[in-house]
């Protein structure tokens, strides 16, 4: 290459020594480039890397660019780690996952509440799988428990960039649904034709 | 990943006494405590599952996991109720006695965050198995932030956790599941045993823990239940 | 890409997950490829990543492949490790070093203990961070394993002078608690207690 590399060339540099996703203000500067100059190298980029055919992928994840391995090599890449990938996540964490990301930034208190059941060890196999992180702590509760909320590696992992990427909590039900929770309540509070019991 | 691999569980349906409808619609209803949890025979439900059961099925592992996990929250909710009332520290429990209208919205949030979740977990595996570049340069000195306070939420967290959750609500514990599961086993090999024969001299906590030892043997097909009906007398019986 | 990714795909992936070189035998077997099949990715992969276009670049040596930068672009790469703010520790890596800081120095196998699962690799990426170093070996416990601290840039990094800067364990943690975390921590110095087999 001559002395003066092109914009492609810089960016995808700047992607290979970054383990972490380099938003397009960060490639911009460091490659003293605008960020016209940068969107078209990423756009060069991106056919360079395609899930087609490479087996290094260019993605857009947590506000940024990062490269990666494609996931149809994903056995051979464990093969050569040596590393078996990680065990998926249960129900449970995702349930977590999906208070936090729609409710949170939220305490343990109020995820347990959410859910229904006492959700601490969940939270805290996701806060070791850097998934879920404390950001602050609520102070108008007892005790000021701390706030939790999703991390970078909550985007990376999704594959999404930002909270905006997913569906509105409004749309996952369906109002067909929303009758029938209406329905089943109005019916299990009808008088029980059992005879109660004492306790 | 389709919708249905996603919610292991969403086609089993219960036909009980007090509810017929989806499984997971039972558990959000009892969670919530609009059904009575001592309505619900849980020998029933054990009984439902093991007959859809089929290991012909792609996720049978995925849904017997499921199956066990909330049968075994089931049985905790059970013994809950029957130990005295647990403190909770939240402020949720002032909220016993919910309108209608609170409860439709509590299920509708929760039912909703269930749908989240799925739609969590397809993008987590479309997105897994893909590794970040290993090309990485260490940072430069006196680039990195140690906060001081998430070291001080750090400790707490780490060193607290070994804690043993609080069972003071529950008075002493004198006896294990695995305790009672031995004295079902030994009574059997007499011939059918009487449930209320076996609780008569124990407390609450006891029998709580006898009946999830009995929903245990069930489950793993060492014991049938048998009761004709509900409230009505209920009797182990030795599988052979 | 389909579910069988090409032999170039996944020499591409294996190269992009390894710092170091990797022999043409290593990447055969990662790959379960033929040492010719590699040869010929790696042919098409020179091609792809070429000195004179791309800014990435496929390398030769110590007797083996290796992706790196091209040295045409090392001006933005040096910026950008200049600019870029370093990924924020995860919540296991604040553990770590709060063990550390207040009970160490100990070592990897008390780190754990204390922690109540295994933290090597949260360590491992700490001191690579220049976070905790090794500071000596424990010779009492068995296999004399090398007892970690916190280093002076793990100051540095908080802000803080000394030990002394960080609220004493006893405002944080209740004296039960901590008296089961160090009977934890003096447990995993003695001989494991299972019993050893015949051999």
Chains 1, 3 share one sequence.
Not at chain 1, 10 to 29: D, F, K, Q, T, Y
Not at chain 1, 94 to 114: D, K, Q
Not at chain 2, 79 to 95: I, N, T
Not at chain 2, 116 to 124: I, N, P, S, V
């Amino acid at each position: 290459m001559s002395e003066s590399p092109s914009a492609t060339a810089l960016v995808e540099a700047i992607l290979l020594v970054s383990e972490r996703p380099v938003s397009l203000e960060g490639l911009a500067s460091a490659a003293d480039l605008s960020r016209a100059e940068v969107r078209d190298a990423l756009g060069k980029l991106g056919e360079k890397y395609s899930r087609e055919r490479s087996g290094i992928v260019l993605r857009n994840v947590a506000g940024g660019y990062q490269l990666a391995t494609n996931r149809a090599c994903a056995g051979a890449v464990e093969r050569f780690r040596k590393e078996a990938r990680p065990a998926p996540l249960s129900g449970a964490a995702y349930e977590v996952l999906s208070c936090v990301l729609y409710l949170g930034p939220m305490t343990r208190g109020a995820i347990s509440a959410a859910r229904g059941v006492n959700s601490d060890a969940v939270v805290r196999s996701l806060i070791e799988r850097d998934l879920l992180a404390e950001v602050g702590t609520d102070r108008e509760s007892p005790g000021s428990p701390a706030l939790l909320d999703v991390t970078e590696g909550f985007f990376i992992a999704a594959g999404t960039n930002s909270r905006d990427d997913f569906p509105p909590l409004e749309t996952l039900v369906k109002p067909e649904e929303l009758d029938r929770v209406r329905e089943r309540v109005e019916q299990s509070r009808r008088p029980s034709p059992v005879p109660e019991e004492e306790s | 990943m389709t919708n249905q691999q996603g919610r292991p569980l969403h086609d089993f349906n219960v036909e009980l006494e007090v509810y017929s409808g989806p499984y997971e619609w039972l558990l959000a209803l009892l969670l919530n405590e609009e059904i009575e949890i001592f309505e619900v025979p849980l020998r029933e439900i054990v009984g439902l599952y093991l007959d859809s059961r089929s290991m012909e099925r792609e996720n049978y592992l995925e849904r017997d996991t499921d199956f066990a996990g909330s049968a075994a929250a089931l049985i905790l909710l059970k013994s809950r109720m029957l130990s005295p009332v647990f403190e909770a520290e939240d402020h949720q429990d002032e909220e016993t006695e919910l309108s209608p209208g609170q409860l439709v919205e509590k299920l509708t949030l929760y039912l909703k965050v269930k749908r989240g979740a799925e739609k969590l977990r397809e993008c987590f595996v479309e997105n897994s198995g893909m590794y970040p570049s290993a090309h990485t340069l260490p940072p430069r000195p006196g680039k990195l932030r140690v906060e001081s306070k998430k070291v001080s939420l750090a400790v707490r967290r780490a060193f607290s956790r070994l804690v043993e959750p609080s069972v003071s609500h529950l008075g002493p514990i004198t006896v294990s599941i695995q305790d009672l599961v031995a004295v079902i086993q030994d009574s059997l090999s007499r011939g059918p045993l009487s449930y209320e024969e076996l609780v008569r001299d124990m407390d609450r906590l006891h029998s709580a823990l006898a009946f999830a030892a009995a929903v245990s043997l069930s489950s793993r097909g060492e014991v049938s239940l048998s009761q004709p009906e509900p409230f009505g007398p209920l009797t182990l019986l030795p599988e052979k």
